[in-house]
C-alpha cells in the first residue's frame, strides 16, 4: 500500500469520527490517489490536482466538487508534509444551484392520479408510485429517506415515521396528519395482500419484484413515467426538484407543507376508493 492511500484511508476514518458518511468523497478522493500513482508524484501539486478535477472534460459542473475534495485532503496532508500544495478556491467554476420551483396543490394532485394510471392496472407499481410522491408530498422527506424505510419504522397507531441514519448518522421522528396514516395503512394492506408471505419485504415501499424487495431510486427514475405526466407537471423548462424540497430550502413554508389539507384528503380518498 501506497503512503499515500494508507493516509488517504487515516483521512477517510478521521472525517467519519466526525459524523461525516463520506462515502462519495471516498470514492473520488481514491480515483485521484490512483491518478497520482500513475503518474508516479508522492506530493499533491496544484498541476495534477486541477489535471485530475478536471477529468473528464464533458463533466464541467463535477469539476469544482472533485477540486474541493481534493482541497480538504491536501490540507490535512500539509500539515503532516509542508511540500504538499493546497489548491486554491474560486479557480474552477462551481455549480449555479437552480432556482427551486414549489409545485401547487393542484399539481401535486394530479401527480398521484397519474401515478394511479400506471400500468398494470392489477399491479403493485402504481400504488407505490402513488403513496410514496403523496408521503414525499405531505412531510419533506427526502426520496432516499422515504425509500429506506422499514415496516417497523412506520407507526400507523401513533402517526409517527422513525427516520434512521440521516445526516450526520442521526435519527428523527415525523409525525403524520391523520389521512396520511389512513393512505399509508391503505398502501399496507394492499400491498401485503398482493405479495404472498414468502415475498414480503422489510421496506415498506415495495416494487412488483417477487422477491419483495424494497423499491429504489433507479425504479422511479425510469422515464416511461414522466412522459405519462399531464404536461402542467412535466415541462421541461422547470428545475428538476424533489416534491418535498420546499420545506427544506425553505423552512418558513414548513407549516403550509403540514397543513395541507386539501391534499391529504385527496391522497386518502385515492387510496380507499380505488
Not at 503512503?3 to 463520506?22: D, I, P, T, W
Not at 399491479?123 to 408510485?129: A, E, V
Not at 402517526?159 to 448518522?169: A, E, S, W
Amino acid at each position: 500500500m501506497s503512503a499515500l492511500l494508507s493516509a488517504l484511508q487515516k483521512y477517510v476514518a478521521m472525517r467519519r469520527g466526525m459524523g461525516f458518511k463520506f462515502r462519495h468523497q471516498e470514492k473520488r478522493l481514491t480515483s485521484f490517489v490512483r491518478f497520482m500513482e500513475e503518474h508516479g508524484a508522492t506530493v499533491i501539486t496544484n498541476k495534477l490536482a486541477i489535471e485530475w478535477a478536471t477529468l473528464p472534460k464533458d463533466r464541467r459542473p463535477s469539476w469544482a466538487l472533485r477540486l474541493t475534495d481534493v482541497r480538504g485532503f491536501a490540507r490535512h496532508l500539509q500539515g503532516l508534509d509542508a511540500q504538499t500544495e493546497v489548491p486554491p478556491t474560486g479557480i474552477l467554476p462551481g455549480l449555479t444551484r437552480a432556482k427551486p420551483y414549489i409545485y401547487t396543490d393542484m399539481e401535486i394532485e394530479t401527480l398521484l392520479a397519474a401515478a394511479l394510471d400506471l400500468p398494470p392496472v392489477d399491479g403493485l407499481r402504481r400504488w407505490t408510485y402513488h403513496c410514496l410522491f403523496g408521503l414525499l408530498s405531505v412531510t419533506g422527506l427526502r426520496i432516499s429517506e422515504a425509500l429506506s424505510l422499514h415496516c417497523g419504522d412506520v407507526d400507523l397507531k401513533e402517526g409517527v415515521l422513525t427516520i434512521r441514519d440521516t445526516k450526520f448518522g442521526k435519527s428523527r421522528l415525523v409525525p403524520l396528519h391523520m389521512t396520511s396514516q389512513h393512505a399509508l395503512a391503505a398502501y399496507a394492506q394492499r400491498r401485503d395482500a398482493h405479495l404472498s408471505p414468502t415475498a414480503r419485504s422489510q421496506y415498506f415501499f415495495v416494487t412488483q419484484a417477487a422477491d419483495g424487495s424494497g423499491a429504489s431510486m433507479d425504479l422511479l427514475a425510469r422515464p416511461y413515467f414522466p412522459r405519462r405526466l399531464p404536461p402542467t407537471v412535466r415541462r421541461h423548462d422547470r428545475p428538476r426538484r424533489r416534491l418535498g424540497d420546499h420545506k427544506h430550502d425553505h423552512p418558513h413554508l414548513e407549516n403550509q407543507s403540514r397543513n395541507r389539507s386539501s391534499l391529504h384528503l385527496a391522497f386518502r380518498l385515492e387510496m380507499v376508493q380505488r
